[in-house]
């Protein structure tokens, strides 16, 4: 009788075993589907305009690398910023850092309502915004100092933080 019970606990044992790995397959083949629906929204690579015909100050917003850690991003070099740019360590972002300081997908810059917000992806070691850590969403102004990592970025948008019209 011994001899059965532990025949049939250690199929059940197997089968839960089995059963758990079909799980996790599952989950990870549900996040790889994801991917690709997160980047439906096509966003054009940094510094290429996505509509020609899009309001013009979208086009008059960039980040300037001020210092860096990495070969990847020296300091002078700029991104041009339009509606949305992605900032991280994978190649799928806009700005790759190669920081290894900085997350797979680190932060967003994003316009919404006429203002350019940064948003921290919930990243392990933070954004920093003017020297302090954002834990939540957060308006840019024009000389913002944005640091991801090793490396500082200046956000910088001509004349439309006073509401100009050049």
């Given at each position: 009788?011994?001899?059965?019970?532990?025949?049939?606990?250690?199929?059940?044992?197997?089968?839960?075993?089995?059963?758990?790995?079909?799980?996790?397959?599952?989950?990870?083949?549900?996040?790889?589907?994801?991917?690709?629906a997160?980047?439906?929204?096509?966003?054009?690579?940094?510094?290429v305009?996505?509509d020609?015909?899009a309001d013009?100050?979208?086009?008059?917003?960039?980040?300037?690398?001020?210092?860096?850690s990495?070969?990847?991003?020296?300091?002078?070099?700029?991104?041009?910023?339009?509606?949305?740019?992605?900032i991280?360590?994978?190649?799928?972002?806009?700005?790759?850092?190669?920081?290894?300081?900085?997350?797979?997908?680190?932060?967003?810059i994003y316009?919404?309502?006429?203002?350019?917000?940064l948003?921290?992806?919930n990243?392990?070691?933070?954004?920093?915004?003017?020297?302090?850590?954002?834990?939540?969403?957060?308006?840019?102004?024009?000389?913002?100092?944005?640091?991801?990592?090793g490396?500082?970025?200046?956000?910088?948008?001509?004349?439309y933080?006073?509401?100009?019209?050049?």
């Open positions: 009788m011994t001899g059965i019970v532990l025949l049939v606990l250690r199929y059940v044992f197997l089968l839960l075993l089995l059963l758990f790995l079909f799980s996790l397959v599952k989950w990870m083949v549900g996040d790889l589907k994801k991917l690709p997160d980047r439906q929204d096509f966003r054009p690579p940094a510094g305009p996505e020609k015909n013009s100050r979208v086009a008059d917003v960039s980040l300037t690398v001020l210092e860096s990495t070969a990847e991003l020296q300091p002078g070099d700029t991104f041009a910023v339009y509606k949305e740019i992605f991280g360590r994978s190649e799928e972002n806009d700005i790759t850092t190669g920081d290894s300081f900085a997350s797979t997908r680190h932060a967003r316009l919404k309502e006429g203002q350019y917000w948003d921290d992806l990243s392990t070691n933070g954004t920093f915004l003017n020297g302090v850590q954002i834990s939540k969403p957060t308006v840019l102004a024009n000389a913002d100092r944005i640091r991801i990592g490396i500082t970025f200046q956000f910088v948008r001509w004349g933080e006073m509401g100009s019209d050049i």
